[in-house]
């Protein structure tokens, strides 16, 4: 399914513009860029032994399974340093993502001065869940180290937490997982291995590319 925007949207070619401007920004430890996205993963457990592999013969798997819930997957993906972390959590409520956030402000970037964080416009993805979450000054706290900046809506294409989550989903998530205890294994595994070899995003997508190949998006002006 396709998120097409319409043409002439000065509002989406706004927020698109400023987010690919971020993108070339360089490295900065002291400004972070990092992209954040969730995604939700179904628990299936097998309703039957699964048949071995034979020579000629994949593993094979029963039609029925058991319905064992969802489990939600935050990503946060730093795509200038190779680094990325998804934390498994029940539920996606604004204060779990509030936690989240508070974990990569009080964690990994504590020496930072700003978290440049770039997310989509999920209505949890606001400072507005860090006050739900937190008294005033603790939310107030996290809010003061981060400069975000909203992917526009049917762009979230733009965001590349989204693009390390569908790497996840071919490489890790694409069988059945019975639990929640087995999926963040499983996932820490998959991370671990990323993380090792520093794999980076090289973002080529440009405003200059935009204004040529997405020109339909853009509003006509009479100047």
Same mark, same amino acid.
């Given at each position: 399914?396709?998120? /097409?925007?319409?043409?002439?949207?000065? &509002?989406?070619?706004?927020?698109?513009?400023?987010?690919?401007?971020?993108?070339? %920004?360089?490295?900065?430890?002291?400004?972070?860029?990092? @992209?954040?996205? !969730?995604?939700?993963?179904? #628990?299936?457990? &097998?309703?039957?032994?699964?048949?071995?592999?034979?020579?000629?013969?994949?593993? %094979?798997?029963? @039609?029925?399974?058991?319905?064992?819930? $969802?489990?939600? #997957?935050?990503?946060?993906? !730093?795509?200038?340093?190779?680094?990325?972390?998804?934390?498994?959590?029940?539920?996606? $409520?604004?204060?779990?993502?509030?936690?989240?956030?508070?974990?990569?402000?009080?964690?990994?970037?504590?020496?930072?001065?700003?978290?440049?964080?770039?997310?989509?416009?999920?209505? /949890?993805?606001?400072?507005?869940?860090?006050? &739900?979450?937190? &008294?005033?000054?603790?939310?107030?706290?996290?809010?003061?180290? #981060?400069? /975000?900046?909203?992917?526009?809506?049917?762009?979230?294409?733009?965001?590349?937490?989204?693009?390390?989550?569908?790497? #996840?989903?071919?490489?890790?998530?694409?069988? %059945?997982?019975?639990?929640?205890?087995?999926?963040? %294994?499983? /996932?820490?595994?998959? !991370?671990?291995?990323?993380?090792?070899?520093?794999?980076?995003?090289?973002?080529?997508?440009?405003?200059?590319?935009?204004?040529?190949?997405?020109?339909?998006?853009?509003?006509? $002006?009479?100047?």
């Amino acid at each position: 399914m396709w998120c /097409i925007p319409p043409k002439g949207d000065c &509002e989406f070619v706004a927020a698109m513009e400023e987010v690919l401007e971020v993108y070339q %920004r360089p490295y900065d430890p002291k400004r972070p860029q990092v @992209c954040v996205d !969730e995604l939700s993963k179904q #628990l299936i457990e &097998e309703a039957r032994p699964p048949l071995a592999p034979q020579p000629g013969a994949v593993r %094979r798997h029963d @039609c029925e399974y058991v319905r064992n819930g $969802t489990a939600n #997957l935050f990503m946060a993906f !730093e795509p200038l340093a190779g680094w990325r972390h998804v934390e498994v959590t029940d539920r996606r $409520t604004r204060r779990d993502f509030a936690g989240f956030i508070r974990w990569l402000v009080d964690g990994r970037y504590k020496g930072a001065e700003k978290i440049v964080l770039v997310s989509d416009q999920l209505n /949890i993805h606001s400072i507005g869940s860090l006050y &739900e979450a937190f &008294e005033p000054a603790e939310a107030r706290r996290i809010a003061d180290k #981060l400069e /975000i900046h909203h992917t526009p809506k049917h762009g979230s294409w733009l965001d590349m937490a989204e693009i390390e989550l569908s790497v #996840l989903a071919r490489q890790c998530l694409d069988r %059945r997982v019975q639990d929640k205890q087995t999926l963040a %294994r499983e /996932i820490n595994a998959w !991370e671990s291995m990323r993380n090792t070899a520093a794999v980076k995003a090289d973002w080529q997508f440009t405003t200059a590319d935009a204004r040529i190949k997405l020109r339909k998006l853009y509003p006509t $002006t009479d100047g």
